[in-house]
């Protein structure tokens, strides 16, 4: 436990002190005598009070935990002198709640005495939260002297983002040369059949097709399809984060790349991070479920941090953004740096996907004429950006409150689906 504390008399002795030296200033003896026996009921008081001897502790049932779900606390208090009333409050930061009953309760000790005082606690948001700040407050038995002492044992409670429910991803135009779930165009060894040919010196026995061998009376072995899997790359946009009320954008972009890599990594492709905006994060690609919690704790790091310096895409390290990987851009399309860093990422040939966390529905359109048409005008500049996103082959798939993730994402399969037949 900390040893950070204070004592101080409390508003009675005050007012005893007070009266006493008000007599003493106003020569008047008759207040002196009616303030006389509160002050000896002062100075006895403080003379006995002797500082209670605290022991306390604090335990987090779980260190991770979703949006909404309770995490318990327990604080262990004990006292060999023992205390006639303690006050126990749990300091809570922005963002998390006692689920029920109140932050504080006052309890008796006897000495030698045990206490075990449970908090269920309720985040409302995602984040890393310290919930190990516990404010101790006693007095003595005349209630004259008031002891503080607070608990400051860092506590770091994570709070992961619920994820949107994805149901189909889609995969990148070029895959990479590891096994994976996703079917190549290209011809290998795998599992789903793609054609026949002549057999050649050097092609496997157990590949000859004998039936179609019988039929054309010569040697023919199937081809087949491999399994290959895909590099993603999810680029979260954290210039700007528009909020009105309990939502925001940048709550959204979390949120829908949390679920993202949990998507891909069932796949077992290959899932990495980059948080561009005022800081530069990021996290190279992997698999597993190592690289689950690693792109979640690295998802409850962002945040938005101004910055007036240009940002540019080559600042991030080449390893992080792989030959052939697909880049999923997760943005409002608000600010023009990072629309300049998607058009970069299209000039150097990336695959790349946009998501569009809409921020329309979080913009006062105001009440005056004025107000009013600059919304309109705002909005018609947002359309030409995501127009010339569109003209350089670019997919942008807008998730609004019309609609959820995945039916979002639909728009971007049609997309890459159309485009890819026109490249034929």
């Known amino acids: 436990m900390s040893r950070r504390g204070s004592a101080r008399v409390t508003g009675f002795a005050l007012v005893a002190a007070i009266g006493v030296i008000s007599a003493l200033v106003a020569r008047r003896p008759e207040l002196a005598i009616v303030a006389a026996p509160f002050a000896l009921l002062l100075g006895l008081g403080t ?16 260190s991770r935990v979703l949006e909404g779900e309770d995490v318990e606390v327990e604080v262990t208090v004990s006292s060999e002198t023992g205390m006639e009333r303690l006050e126990v409050v749990i300091d809570l930061p922005d963002g998390v709640g ?59 409670l994570r709070v992961y983002p619920v994820p949107e429910p994805v149901g189909r991803a889609f995969p990148a135009v070029e895959l990479q040369a590891f096994a994976g779930n996703e079917v190549a165009r290209v011809a290998g060894d795998g599992i789903e059949y793609a054609d026949i040919r002549d ?106 941090e101004t910055t007036y310096a240009s940002r540019d895409v080559n600042l991030v390290p080449a390893r992080v953004l792989p030959p052939k990987a697909l880049v999923v851009a997760l943005t409002p399309l608000v600010d023009s740096r ?3 860093a998607l058009e970069d990422l299209r000039a150097r ?39 010339r996103l569109e003209r350089l082959g670019v997919a942008v798939a807008r998730w609004g409150d019309d609609g959820s993730l995945d039916q979002a994402l639909e728009g971007v399969r049609t997309f890459r689906r159309y485009a890819r037949r026109a490249r034929v």
């Open 47 to 62: 003379g006995l009070a002797r500082e209670p001897r605290l022991e306390a502790s604090l335990d987090v049932r779980s």
């Open 98 to 156: 006692v689920a029920e009953g109140p932050a504080g309760v006052a309890v008796r000790l006897a000495p030698g005495d045990e206490r075990a005082l449970c908090y269920s606690l309720r985040p409302a948001r995602w984040g890393v939260y310290d919930v190990g700040s516990v404010a101790f407050r006693a007095r003595d038995r005349l209630g004259l002297v008031l002891w503080e002492r607070r608990l400051a044992e860092p506590r770091l």
């Open 199 to 304: 057999f050649v010196p050097g092609d496997r026995v157990r590949a000859i097709n004998w039936r179609a061998s019988a039929r054309r009376q010569r040697l023919v072995v199937n081809e087949r399809h491999p399994e290959r899997n895909e590099d993603v790359v999810l680029l979260v946009d954290s210039f700007l984060d528009l909020a009105l009320g309990n939502r925001s954008t940048l709550d959204d972009a979390v949120r829908a790349a949390s679920a993202l890599a949990t998507r891909y990594l069932d796949r077992r492709d290959r899932v990495g991070l980059v948080g561009f905006g005022g800081t530069l994060r990021w996290l190279r690609p992997g698999m597993g479920t190592t690289q689950r919690f690693r792109l979640v704790e690295t998802l409850l790091e962002t945040r938005v």
């Open 338 to 340: 990072f629309a300049t």
């Open 349 to 387: 040939r990336f695959d790349l996907v946009v998501v569009e966390v809409d921020p329309a529905p979080l913009v006062p359109r105001g009440t005056r004429r004025l107000d009013a048409l600059a919304f309109r005008l705002w909005l018609l500049e947002r359309e030409a950006m995501r127009s």
